[in-house]
């Protein structure tokens, strides 16, 4: 579950959600030369399908036992991420085997930091030969291949931060070489990855009182009870996010800082 903090709100929308709108985002990309190639679709099923190991999870949301705020995507235990991802990986590898090539390479991207931590060990013992085995079912695990492979990872990396930057409403972000800012609902990337285009983006959520909830069964009736509500905005490449973001607030171009 994506938690997005607005004043006197919570705003949450699902993971796979976020992984839908992250498939119309890289749909829209021009400027990724893996998206012009006969594995497009392929790719743009990796995207979609790179959350839904999280349909689970995001269906019976928990609450964060010291905060009591609903628990988020970037929390939870390290067996709840393990069952997660084999699920999400098998789902997509059923589908097609180069999207869950893809998902896999995702989680194992995801949760490098956590390499090294004797709790996480399960975890990359397990997806990395589900990786490697799908790579090899491809005949992308090694060499020339293997290279091309990761340009189309790639892809689904910057899909996701994009996706995930606007429905968290994160104010500024920097992923791979591409820099991001949210300016209202707009998500606003430079160098501009859509060939000039304005791509409206729309996600669901459901919008619940900012407050201490004391266990999930009231966080669950809770949402339940929300209505559902679409966040609308748009994706467009700018020049330069700076000089955008400076401009947009009226300040004079010989004001902006070298």
Request: some cysteine.
């Amino acid at each position: 579950m994506i938690v997005r903090d607005e004043a006197d709100s919570f705003l949450l929308i699902t993971q796979p959600d976020h992984a839908r709108l992250a498939e119309r985002i890289g749909a829209a990309m021009r400027s990724e030369p893996a998206l012009a190639t006969a594995a497009r679709d392929a790719v743009l099923l990796g995207i979609r399908e790179h959350d839904n190991g999280w349909a689970e999870v995001d269906a019976e949301p928990e609450v964060e036992p010291a905060t009591g705020r609903p628990r988020d995507f970037m929390s939870g235990s390290p067996r709840v991420k393990y069952d997660l991802w084999l699920r999400g990986i098998a789902r997509a590898a059923q589908m097609n085997p180069h999207a869950g090539a893809l998902v896999a390479e995702h989680a194992l991207t995801v949760y490098a930091y956590r390499r090294g931590d004797a709790e996480w060990q399960t975890f990359f013992d397990a997806v990395t030969p589900i990786r490697d085995d799908l790579l090899k079912q491809i005949g992308m695990l090694t060499g020339e291949a293997r290279e091309v492979f990761q340009r189309q990872y790639r892809c689904v990396q910057l899909a996701d931060a994009f996706s995930l930057q606007f429905c968290g409403g994160w104010s500024d972000v920097s992923s791979l070489e591409y820099q991001a800012i949210m300016r209202g609902n707009d998500l606003l990337i430079s160098p501009d990855p859509f060939d000039g285009a304005t791509v409206p983006l729309q996600v669901l959520g459901r919008r619940i009182a900012a407050q201490r909830y004391h266990d999930d069964g009231e966080l669950r009736h809770t949402i339940a009870a929300a209505t559902p509500e679409v966040i609308t905005g748009n994706a467009r490449g700018v020049r330069d996010t700076t000089a955008d973001l400076l401009g947009s607030i009226g300040l004079p171009e010989d004001k902006w800082p070298d």
